[in-house]
């Protein structure tokens, strides 16, 4: 629902001259429909965002950033002036290359131009007050961040935002693992320690995979619940099977076999 107030409420306030939108929500008659527009759909979507918060983004990218990303940043800055902060995590030898690459890479994007005009001359004062950007990579433990650093954050942070992944299908296997999976479990982690957390959105096209037939409908997944039937994934037995052939070749990781043997391999598990 909230995916689709941002949608709607970008049409209605960038594109004013469209004539009408109609929007297909599940009610048992006309009435209905609209008082969960009115109620649902237009109050309570904002509800979260109406007090001034800080969030935590975090993002995995071995070069650009995807626009999505951008938009995001953009967004909240925009139509939540009120936030107190973003903390940006980004892939970045240390503090200053992670800063570097946000102001490069994010605010230095054309669709920050908004913004730049709005604030004029305090723009670059105003991304500096907002913002700031944490050297990181969510395959390691506490995001490979100091502990008291993880500590600060989780007493601050009130939403997480999770972008973190790779979508290469010729990833190398072992990368995508850690990625894609271990990830999530040290957000999971990290989530748990946040006091006043509010809400955590993680971006996945884990549940858009394969192919299904007739109508389908939006629904809860249970832990392990994948789309086929038949198929069932242990990632344990996964992360098993990478060491395995890992310690087989014996060689270290930057080697260019082992770089060919773990893309082979992700081929294969895909």
Not at 78 to 102: F, M, S, T, W
Not at 186 to 197: G, P
Request: hydrophobic share 45%; with cysteine.
């Amino acid at each position: 629902m909230f995916m689709v107030a941002v949608l709607v409420e970008k049409i209605l306030r960038v594109q004013p001259e469209v004539r009408k939108l109609y929007l297909l929500v599940r009610a048992p008659d006309a009435a209905a429909a609209e008082e969960r527009v009115l109620t649902e759909f237009i109050e309570k979507c904002s509800e979260p965002f109406r007090q001034p918060y800080e969030a935590f983004v975090l993002w995995f990218q071995r070069c650009r950033f995807h626009s999505w990303y951008q938009l995001l940043v953009e967004k909240i800055l925009r139509v939540q002036p009120e936030v107190r902060k973003l903390y940006l995590l980004v892939r970045a030898p240390d503090a200053i290359a992670a800063e570097e690459r946000v102001l490069t890479e994010v605010v230095g994007n054309g669709l920050f131009d908004v913004l730049r005009e709005q604030y004029g001359a305090g723009f670059h004062s105003f991304i500096k007050e907002k913002i700031y950007a944490l050297p990181g990579d969510v395959t390691h433990e506490n995001f490979g961040l100091e502990s008291y650093d993880i500590l600060q954050l989780s007493q601050k942070v009130d939403i997480i935002v999770n972008g973190a992944a790779t979508t290469n299908f010729m990833e190398r296997y072992d990368v995508a693992l850690a990625t894609n999976t271990t990830g999530v479990v040290h957000l999971c982690q990290f989530a748990k320690q946040c006091d006043n957390l509010k809400m955590m959105l993680h971006v996945s096209t884990a549940y858009v995979a394969g192919e299904q037939a007739g109508q389908i409908f939006e629904k809860p997944f249970q832990m392990g619940t994948a789309l086929r039937l038949d198929y069932q994934l242990d990632i344990e037995a996964e992360l098993q099977l990478v060491d395995k052939i890992k310690s087989e070749l014996g060689i270290n990781s930057d080697s260019k076999l082992e770089k060919i043997t773990m893309r082979k391999l992700g081929l294969e598990r895909f």
